[in-house]
Each structure stands twice: as C-alpha cells, then as structure tokens.
C-alpha cells in the first residue's frame, strides 16, 4: 500500500506495493505479479474495491478521499515516467479500466487517452513527432468520453468518420492522415458540443474524475448485472479502478493492439492464438467492432516482437499453471502485457487444456480434479459437419461444434423464440457483451465483424455456444428482419447450421455427427479413482 493512502496501490513503479485481488481486483495483482516477475507492463496504480462499495453506498456520491488518492496516484506516474499530467509540453496520458475481483471480460467500461486536450496535443507531437498519431488518439478520447460518460449514441461518431473515409477514398480508419484526423476531431467536438451544450473537458483532472466514475458506475450496468446473474456471481463486493500510463498502439508501422490465448480456448490445441490489429489502440480488438490482422500477418511483420510474445506467454501459463488470455499493445515494436488472467473456455477445451497441462507436469491430477468442478464432463460431446451440401458462406470460427437453428436478429427476439422451445441462432453485426442474455438464449452466434478474441465471443466459448465471426459474406437488414449471406435472402426465423469447427454456414440442417472425448473422461476418471484411494 502507498503510505498514508490504503485504498492505493501502484505497480511498475518500481519497489512493488502488495496488491490483494481481493481489495484491488484480479488485473491489478496480476499485473503487479508480472511486473515484479519483469515482464514489461505500463506503470499504473489501483483504487482499491471499497471505493466503489461506497460509491452505491452513499446513494452515487464519490468518496471525498478520491481527489487525494488521485493526486498521489498520479504523482507517483509522474515520477516514474518523467511526464507530467495535463502538462502541454510533456504530457503524461492515462488509461481508466475496471479491475473485479472475478472475471467480467468485456463487460464494465474502459477510458483510453485521458489528459488529452487541444493543448496538450502539441506536447504529444513534439515528443512523438507524429501529429497523426496524435490527432488520432485525441478523436478517439472525444468518442470515448462522449459515448461511455455521456451516453452519446454510437452513430453521432461513426456517421463523422464514415464520411470522412468516403470523401478520401478510404476501406480503413487506420489510412487517415493527420490533417483528416484533425478535422475529424473538429467535427466530433462540435458533435458533442451540440449534443451535450457545452464543450469537450480540457481540464485533465476533470477528465480523470469523471472516467474514474464512469468505471464505478459500470459496476451496475445493465449488462454488468446480467453477467453476473448468469454466471451467478453473488458474493462480488464491486470493482477497482486500474489507472495506468497509456502505451500507444497507433504511434506507427511498427505499433498495435492484440489479444493472445496461450492454447486455444475452443479445441484446447498447444499452440498460441493471436488476433492483431496494426494502428490499433486496446480496445479495437476487444471491443467486436473491427476485423484484425491474421496470425501468420503478425508474426511476419514483427517477427521478434511475436516470439517475445509467444516466450513470454509460455512462461505465464508455466506461473500461473493455466492457460492464459493475455492483452497486450506494440509501441513502436516494444511489447507491452496489458492484462493477464486465466482464459475463458469452451468444455472440451477445458477438459483437454486440464489434462494436457498434467502431463506436461505442469500441474498435478488432484489440480484437474478442481479445474474442472465446475465442468460435467460427462455430457461434453465433439459435432462434426458430414455433408456434401456447398457452404453459403465462411467466417471466422471462434467456438467449435456444430448447431442448427432459427435466425433471430436481436437478443429480446432470440429470448422469445427460446422460450418457445425452438433452436436459435443469434445474428449480429459484431459479438458485443450487450448481447449476452441473447448468447446464453442461442446454440450459436454468428456475426458479420469483429474478432474470435472479441469479449463477447470470449463470454460465448465459457457457454459452450458455438460462435463464428467476421463472416464478411454476411449482411444484415434488422429495420426489415433479414439478411443476406453471399446474396441469398434469409428473413428472420429461417434456419441454417453453424459450423464452429471450421467456420462454414449452411442453408438449412445439415447432417452431423455427435461423438464424446472418451479418452480424455476415462483419463480424469481414473485420477479421481486415485484421489479417492488415497484419501
């Protein structure tokens, strides 16, 4: 703990501060884990989980201590990282994340870019000479701000930005150059001026409050609460707010935001699994609303920066003895570990990821035993496609199995159908943790963007739902319940099958085969027969 401040702690600061998960949330004691291990982290600090207890507590009211613990948090920044917050020459720029005790991925807010303001920018560009990077990330802090704080709809921001590709002839936000950037955040300022009927915060401490309430106020989100309804987690007291010193994947050529699973998290194969975006901050990955680079495209690009992360990754899971789901950026080709914690996984991943770790010695058979309480292993089944039908289309598979259903294209339509016993299949635009309850409705989510690291296609494989991405053959019509896949009309109700195994989609049911992992179950029975004997 920081003298004189108990609800503090920092991490990559230098001499290490204790971090209970309990008090400061999973990521941050993961983080100050690794950081003592030296595995490159940003510096940050943690407001402690007791803060958001009496947030709620206190009818919405911030606790009176916040501006002090905030002071000495980003003083302790500011001594680490030679910048200085809200300084117009050098300025230190922070990120604001949600930090629970229990795994909620996706679900409460994140606040990237805070502390930027049209006058520290000309510090960000004289320190980075890179007046596109910085424009970039000071549009991006508009939207974030604007949509998350203010509850700005989506649209008010991606109607600006669309426009501005058109007129320049652009597929990729990521081509803009820095006199469109600059205009573009033109345009979102009078957007939330317009909006909101006063300007866009300058003060950078304004900006901090208020993104450190927004991250409080998540932890009763509506989504928040489904989560934790679903996955019945009762006993959470709240969330911790992790502030960290931002690390900049849209600086350059040789920058990026990532997400890695150290085995994959649907067929539990030992091999790493890597979604990319380059010019990317962390959130564009995560978030389901864009298409990433391909693995092989990453460590082509930046072969060293891959096989750090690859060693590091290893060492991780050999630590924490579980695969992991890591979160990291690339500045400038130095790799950055923004999040590390045990990944989520379909059943069959869980039973093969537990036994393969035993016989890898890395854990030990009364381990599996427990990795899988929550896991009935007995009714973990393997589908495959057996048909000579021609696939309509093909995506991303981001949770493996096969299932057949009905198209519903919104989670209220996809509840109703469910309750009338029928198998569903929800279609959307991109896998958002807004659609959770209409997840845990379907057999399988099948969407037109995003990523099969995207939080919701994370939250989908815990399920065992079956899950296929960034079907780019996908368009969808919600105003007139329909699509169309590879030009084929479908309204809403018609059925297709889902093939999570290799991403292929269907017209109609097809023909499938059902089998069990018998091996695998017979191998954690018997251990359980040993446990037993020798208790």
């Known amino acids: 703990m920081v003298r004189g401040y108990p609800r503090l702690v920092t991490f990559g600061c230098g001499l290490p501060d204790i971090v209970p998960a309990e008090e400061f949330g999973n990521k941050a004691a993961n983080l100050a884990t690794i950081a003592a291990l030296g595995v490159r982290v940003p510096p940050g600090f943690c407001l402690g989980v007791t803060l958001c207890e009496e947030y709620f507590g206190s009818g919405r009211t911030l606790p009176p201590d916040l501006p002090d613990l905030l002071t000495a948090g ?20 922070v990120s604001v994340r949600s930090g629970a005790p229990v795994s909620m991925p996706g679900v409460m ?28 990330s000071y549009r991006r802090l508009i939207q974030n701000f ?38 573009l955040a033109s345009e979102y300022e009078r957007g939330f001026s317009l909006t909101e009927g006063q300007k866009f915060p300058a003060q950078a401490s304004d900006q901090l409050q208020m993104a450190v309430e927004a991250v409080i106020r998540s932890w009763e989100s509506s989504r928040a609460e489904a989560f934790r309804r679903l996955n019945l987690i009762r006993e959470a007291r709240g969330t911790a707010v992790t502030i960290q010193a931002m690390v900049f994947g849209n600086i350059g050529t040789r920058s990026g935001a990532g997400v890695a699973f150290t085995r994959n998290p649907w067929q539990g ?53 579980d695969m992991q789901d890591l979160e990291f950026t690339v500045q400038d080709g130095e790799l950055f570990i923004l999040q590390t914690r045990s990944g989520k996984r379909s059943p069959y991943a869980a039973l093969k990821i537990a036994t393969d770790l035993c016989q890898e010695g890395i854990i030990s058979p009364q381990d599996v035993v427990w990795m899988l309480r929550e896991v009935d292993i007995d009714a973990i089944t393997i589908e495959g496609v057996r048909t000579k039908d021609h696939p309509i289309a093909v995506g991303i598979p981001a949770s493996g199995g096969v299932a057949a259903g009905m198209i519903a294209f919104s989670t209220p339509r ?23 309850p209409g997840i845990t409705a379907a057999r399988a989510l099948l969407t037109a963007r995003g990523a099969r690291t995207a939080h919701a296609a994370v939250v989908a494989r815990q399920m065992g739902k079956i899950c296929v991405v960034g079907c780019e053959g996908l368009s969808i019509d919600e105003s007139r319940r329909r699509c169309l896949i590879s030009g084929q009309e479908f309204p809403e109700g018609s059925i297709i099958t889902v093939d999570g195994n290799s991403g292929r989609i269907f017209r109609g049911e097809v023909e499938y085969t059902t089998g069990q992992p018998s091996q695998l179950i017979d191998l954690v029975r018997e251990w359980e027969r040993g446990l037993q004997m020798q208790g």
């Open 74 to 93: 980003i003083s302790r920044l500011e001594k680490t990282t030679g910048l200085a917050f809200g300084s117009t020459r050098r300025p230190l720029i």
């Open 414 to 436: 996809a509840e109703e159908m469910a309750s009338e016993g029928r198998d569903i299949i929800l279609v959307r635009e991109t896998p958002s943790p807004d659609d959770i």
């Open 269 to 321: 194969d030992n091999r790493i699994l890597v979604d990319f975006k380059f010019g990317a901050q962390g959130e564009d990955v995560v978030s389901g609303d864009k298409s990433v680079s391909t693995q092989d495209e990453f460590r082509e690009v930046l072969p060293d920066v891959f096989q750090e992360l690859t060693d590091t990754a290893k060492r991780l899971e050999v630590f924490f003895r």
């Open 146 to 183: 604007g949509e998350v704080i203010f509850g700005h709809p989506h649209a008010l921001y991606r109607t600006a930005l669309h426009a501005m590709m058109e007129r320049e002839g652009l597929s990729d936000e990521v081509e803009l150059d820095a006199l469109s950037l600059r205009e």
């Open 109 to 136: 807010e994140t606040l990237l870019n805070i502390g930027l303001s049209r006058d520290s920018i000309r510090g960000l560009v004289s320190m980075s000479g890179n007046p596109k990077f910085a424009w970039d």
